[in-house]
């Protein structure tokens, strides 16, 4: 990148190329701060700065032009300039006008016809970096002897443009210098364009819980520059930032990255604010347009657990808004279950360093492998978390179970509005097809009033909440089990 000063009092220009390594915060909601060093050449009186190192996403509100040490620099203007020059963009500045169009065509000669532009179908970048639609999309329209058409008759040649086109996005500042001074001045600015997410892999071996972890960064740049050797940071937590389109505010967030090798990490972490900020060990080059991935987690033999729920109905208090509806008089006067048989699986860990992990996780994706008995891994399920703390749990839903089967349905419900109660009760069958023994949670909620009392039961619960009630119940393989209740309400 390259930075033009020209000073108001000597109208003399110089060319000072920028050998200063820039840094990068990248938050995973297609934003990012870059920083960059500018060596300033101020003389006495106004002068003219042009830096042409900026992105094609900048927001040009968001700069900040300072210098480290101190030196107050008086800013009179500040301009962003966001049309380097492209045949899209030659074409909308020579609409209107006539040029010259090269037609090439096999088995003939080259030939040269003049067009008309009437259309460039040039769309400006908009502040996400794309472009406005067009009505009649963005198809260029030229005048060829008279006829109309839609698209370009051959390789256009436009005449010389002068000094006022630019190859890069640029910002240019006007400032106002006491004294003649020399300084490096630090260049900040939020620019849209720049993500990253984090992914997991989970590998289970072919039997036991015992798993291996390796997670994945990976870094995207869309914002028109490339990134050379740039030191780079990621924010974690849900950073609040104002939605141009929307005028509003939403929660932007950020993922995090780190690195739980033995040997020195690729990522360090601290805390920051009410986030984490974590910092790359080595500076990487991040290419316009490039993807680049990098592993930041690898952890062997944390202890897991594998958790079935059946929840035969699912917390929906909606559920009873017609108390004795007609579809549960159905289901209950014809034995008919609610409809859902499937037993849900849960894996959960301790993110803690006795479990050999111990640092905050970022929200990410979670895919779940486990070695099939030929060493191959077979895909078995995925899911999200959210961003996690140390020494918290993390449970992930990774599917339902083939060989486990649930069947609730109410056997009996009975209302006595005159004294305001009312009595329900149910009955849950489970049957286990594996081979192994499992422990089934089954999940109930007690909706209907917030006095309620189990009155009969056929084995112990656990109450979870105020309105949820948990079975635990242990099955060998190949056994049934039948579970009842029955809940009295008052109100």
């Known amino acids: 990148?390259?930075?033009?000063?020209?000073?108001?009092?000597?109208?003399?220009?110089?060319?000072?190329?920028?050998?200063?390594?820039?840094?990068?915060?990248?938050?995973?909601?297609?934003?990012?701060?870059?920083?960059?060093?500018?060596?300033?050449?101020?003389?006495?009186?106004?002068?003219?700065?042009?830096?042409?190192?900026?992105?094609?996403?900048?927001?040009?509100?968001?700069?900040?032009?300072?210098?480290?040490?101190?030196?107050?620099?008086?800013?009179?203007?500040?301009?962003?300039?966001?049309?380097?020059?492209?045949?899209?963009?030659?074409?909308?500045?020579?609409?209107?006008?006539?040029?010259?169009?090269?037609?090439?065509?096999?088995?003939?000669?080259?030939?040269?016809?003049?067009?008309?532009?009437?259309?460039?179908?040039?769309?400006?970048?908009?502040?996400?970096?794309?472009?406005?639609?067009?009505?009649?999309?963005?198809?260029?329209?030229?005048?060829?002897?008279?006829?109309?058409?839609?698209?370009?008759?051959?390789?256009?040649?436009?005449?010389?443009?002068?000094?006022?086109?630019?190859?890069?996005p640029q910002l240019s500042w006007v400032i106002s210098s006491p004294k003649e001074v020399k300084l490096d001045a630090e260049l900040a600015y939020i620019t849209g364009g720049m993500s990253w997410l984090a992914s997991y892999n989970i590998v289970l071996p072919p039997k036991g819980d015992r798993v291996d972890v390796v997670g994945w960064i990976t870094m995207e740049n869309q914002t028109g520059r490339d990134f050379v050797d740039a030191n780079i940071k990621l924010m974690a937590g849900d950073v609040n930032k104002v939605q141009p389109q929307a005028l509003g505010v939403s929660k932007m967030?950020?993922?995090?990255?780190?690195?739980?090798?033995?040997?020195?990490?690729?990522?360090?972490?601290?805390?920051?604010?009410?986030?984490?900020?974590?910092?790359?060990?080595?500076?990487?080059?991040?290419?316009?347009?490039?993807?680049?991935?990098?592993?930041?987690?690898?952890?062997?033999?944390?202890?897991?657990?594998?958790?079935?729920?059946?929840?035969?109905?699912?917390?929906?208090?909606?559920?009873?808004?017609?108390?004795?509806?007609?579809?549960?008089?159905?289901?209950?006067?014809?034995?008919?279950?609610?409809?859902?048989?499937?037993?849900?699986?849960?894996?959960?860990?301790?993110?803690?360093?006795?479990?050999?992990l111990g640092l905050p996780l970022p929200k990410g994706r979670v895919r779940f492998y486990r070695s099939d008995d030929d060493g191959r891994m077979e895909f078995i399920g995925e899911n999200q978390i959210d961003h996690t703390p140390v020494d918290e749990t993390i449970r992930i839903v990774t599917g339902e179970s083939f060989d486990l089967v649930g069947e609730r349905k109410r056997t009996n419900f009975q209302v006595d509005s005159a004294n305001n109660r009312a009595e329900e009760s149910f009955e849950i069958q489970l049957r286990n097809r594996k081979k192994e023994a499992v422990e089934i949670r089954v999940v109930e909620y007690l909706n209907r009033s917030n006095n309620w009392t189990i009155t009969a039961k056929s084995q112990d619960y656990k109450k979870v909440n105020s309105h949820e009630i948990e079975f635990l119940v242990p099955l060998a393989a190949g056994e049934e089990k039948t579970v009842t209740y029955t809940v009295k309400y008052t109100w």
């Not at 968001?62 to 963009?89: F, H, K, M």
């Not at 950020?254 to 033995?262: K, L, R």
């Not at 604010?273 to 991040?286: G, I, K, Q």
């Open 1 to 168: 990148m390259k930075i033009f000063v020209t000073s108001a009092l000597f109208l003399a220009s110089a060319l000072i190329s920028l050998q200063a390594q820039p840094a990068l915060t990248i938050y995973n909601q297609n934003f990012a701060v870059v920083r960059d060093k500018v060596p300033l050449q101020l003389s006495k009186g106004q002068t003219s700065v042009t830096f042409d190192g900026a992105t094609m996403m900048l927001e040009p509100d968001s700069v900040i032009l300072r210098d480290p040490a101190g030196t107050p620099l008086n800013v009179l203007e500040q301009n962003y300039r966001n049309d380097p020059v492209s045949q899209e963009r030659l074409l909308q500045i020579f609409e209107g006008k006539s040029i010259e169009f090269l037609i090439q065509e096999s088995a003939k000669p080259d030939r040269m016809v003049s067009g008309k532009i009437i259309r460039s179908g040039y769309v400006p970048p908009n502040a996400a970096g794309t472009g406005y639609p067009m009505p009649g999309g963005n198809v260029p329209i030229i005048e060829i002897e008279g006829a109309v058409r839609f698209g370009l008759p051959g390789q256009p040649l436009f005449p010389s443009l002068g000094d006022g086109t630019i190859l890069k």
């Open 253 to 356: 967030r950020a993922n995090v990255a780190f690195d739980m090798e033995a040997a020195a990490p690729a990522v360090t972490e601290k805390t920051f604010d009410e986030y984490h900020l974590y910092t790359l060990a080595r500076p990487t080059t991040l290419q316009d347009r490039e993807t680049k991935q990098v592993e930041f987690v690898r952890a062997s033999d944390v202890q897991s657990e594998t958790l079935y729920i059946f929840d035969g109905v699912g917390n929906d208090w909606l559920r009873y808004r017609g108390w004795d509806d007609m579809a549960r008089r159905v289901n209950s006067e014809f034995g008919l279950g609610s409809g859902n048989q499937k037993v849900t699986v849960v894996r959960q860990f301790l993110n803690t360093k006795e479990n050999n």
